[in-house]
């Protein structure tokens, strides 16, 4: 095993791995009002990230603590007012509430995509950076592709880094869509479907 699921005390190294990881990301800064909050707006985007996948899906850790993954299933998400909270805490802290509608339409946009079957939503993956290149990544989505097929799910996730393309091509992802936010969105996913 590359990877466990994470406990609710894993979440502040969660936080910081990501925020390390997505700080420059076109995806996330587009939603996130660039002043002088911004890394804390991240943080903000993250920990929501962190929460709805501990309802609604997993989180997991590297064995060495250095990366994680955000997995959610789309159709087990409700409406609870934990959600609600969750995500007025986010618009409050992250996304702003003047960016509450461009993050809707997005969001709109890319879920059109999905097929009607469940599916697994890779929501993000990170290591940080500082002990990128060394195979964490790599062992990691070995066991994200691994769990996906168990369960009779195909992989679906969205890149706007192009670097990361090929990448994902190594594990037989496939851009199946590009929208354009300003920033080119890749839609990834595994399967042939």
Do not use: H
Request: aromatic share 10%.
């Amino acid at each position: 095993m590359f990877m466990k699921e994470a406990t609710v005390e894993d979440k502040g190294l969660i936080i910081d791995i990501l925020t390390n990881s997505f700080q420059e990301n076109l995806s996330v800064n587009y939603l996130i009002p660039q002043d002088s909050k911004r890394l804390k707006r991240i943080r903000a985007l993250m920990d929501y990230s962190f929460e709805i996948c501990r309802l609604f899906g997993k989180v997991y850790l590297s064995e060495d603590r250095s990366g994680c993954a955000l997995v959610s299933f789309p159709e087990q998400k409700k409406t609870t007012l934990k959600s609600l909270l969750l995500e007025a805490k986010l618009i409050l802290c992250g996304i702003g509430p003047g960016n509450v509608s461009k993050a809707i339409s997005r969001e709109t946009k890319i879920s059109k995509n999905y097929p009607n079957n469940p599916i697994y939503y890779l929501w993000f993956i990170g290591v940080n950076p500082d002990s990128q290149n060394k195979g964490i990544g790599k062992g990691m989505m070995q066991e994200l592709l691994a769990e996906s097929q168990r369960m009779g799910r195909d992989i679906y996730l969205e890149t706007s880094t192009l670097k990361n393309l090929p990448w994902y091509r190594k594990f037989g992802l496939q851009v199946y869509q590009q929208l354009d936010f300003g920033y080119d969105l890749f839609l990834i996913r595994s399967g042939g479907r």
